[in-house]
């Protein structure tokens, strides 16, 4: 078994290897601006939940940020399915709320939905230094509120168990959702990234990071996680903790599009097409590397068509509710 295991390593390594270099073939100034382009546009109209749904609206003390988050919430069972937002991030509303009916996906599903707003640029992380842009300046705290502030609030307000539940996210948030269910088991029995960039400490991606922070309301990486040197970037690559989700043994659900676009697709800009192609590597790298720790409680769906957009994580979310409902145990 060790010899297996051994040989399966080294073919990972040669995976990794061979996709960073395919990486290193797309144009680092091209994405740096597709990047930064994504943090200051939109690609998707929104499509909200109609009215009538048990939707509720919580301001959630988070002592750790020093300040309340507006959490949106619908109840539905002791279990929830936590939904992370992208880049661009509101204060007043989830993206997964305003681009998608999601509420209405998962009324009478037996999971209950918990939708965090705010953490623009945040990477849903604990930060070092004041998150100074887009008008603030106050220390993220994200990952302290997520597995412990608000889990507690939730339990002791809405019943909601404070253990095996899942999170989802989505671009920026894909990787935080398989960070945060690594480092936190109890939490999190279950975890999905929608074109999420699983591979952040490796090769170009810090400068990306920090360019598309940039764009999105003058944020720096260096006050999240320090230079690309600091061990806080390998900390949280999804790709360095595989080994992690396995031992967990955490269900898992990877999503990546290859840049293509079909009828699903509510936008065909080209900035959706290429940044989705080069996450699509990463998403590759952390498949290997997952695979030859033993993982093999994961779904990875890497069709043959799909943009950085809305749109394909909605369809894929849809797909996902019926595991999320066996694997969480809706009533």
Excluded: C
């Excluded at 929104?46 to 959630?60: C, F, I, Q």
């Excluded at 608000?150 to 899942?166: C, K, M, T, V």
């Amino acid at each position: 078994m060790l010899a297996v295991h051994s040989a399966e390593m080294v073919t990972a390594k040669v995976a990794e290897v061979a996709q960073l270099r395919r990486l290193t073939l797309i144009s680092a100034a091209a994405l740096l601006a597709l990047l930064a382009v994504l943090a200051t546009s939109s690609a998707t109209s929104s499509a909200w939940s109609r009215r009538g749904l048990p939707v509720e609206y919580l301001m959630v003390p988070s002592p750790s940020m020093h300040r309340q988050i507006k959490v949106e919430f619908q109840g539905g069972g002791p279990h929830a399915v936590y939904l992370l937002d992208g880049m661009l991030a509101r204060d007043d509303y989830n993206g997964w709320d305003i681009h998608l009916p999601v509420f209405e996906w998962f009324d009478q599903s037996g999971l209950s939905l918990v939708m965090p707003t705010g953490g623009m640029a945040s990477f849903y992380s604990n930060w070092y230094q004041p998150a100074v842009g887009n008008g603030g300046a106050w220390t993220y705290k994200w990952e302290t509120f997520l597995t412990e502030e608000l889990p507690y609030f939730l339990a002791a307000r809405n019943g909601i168990s404070a253990s095996g539940s899942a999170v989802v996210g989505a671009s920026m948030s894909g990787s935080a959702a398989l960070i945060l269910a690594a480092k936190h088991p109890d939490n999190f029995a279950y975890a999905a990234s929608m074109s999420g960039f699983l591979n952040l400490s490796a090769g170009q991606w810090p400068s990306l990071v920090s360019a598309a922070q940039l764009g999105a309301g003058g944020f720096h990486s260096d006050a999240m996680w320090g230079p690309p040197t600091d061990p806080a970037w390998a900390s949280n690559d999804p790709t360095v903790h595989a080994a992690k989700l396995v031992a967990n043994n955490t269900r898992i659900w990877v999503y990546t599009g290859n840049g293509g676009t079909s009828d699903v697709a509510s936008a065909t800009k080209l900035d959706a097409s290429l940044l989705e192609s080069a996450t699509r590597i990463s998403n590759k790298v952390f498949q290997a590397r997952y695979q030859a720790a033993g993982g093999r409680n994961g779904v990875f769906n890497f069709p043959a068509n799909g943009t950085h957009t809305w749109s394909y994580w909605g369809a894929q979310l849809q797909a996902m509710l019926p595991d999320l409902q066996q694997v969480l145990g809706s009533s």
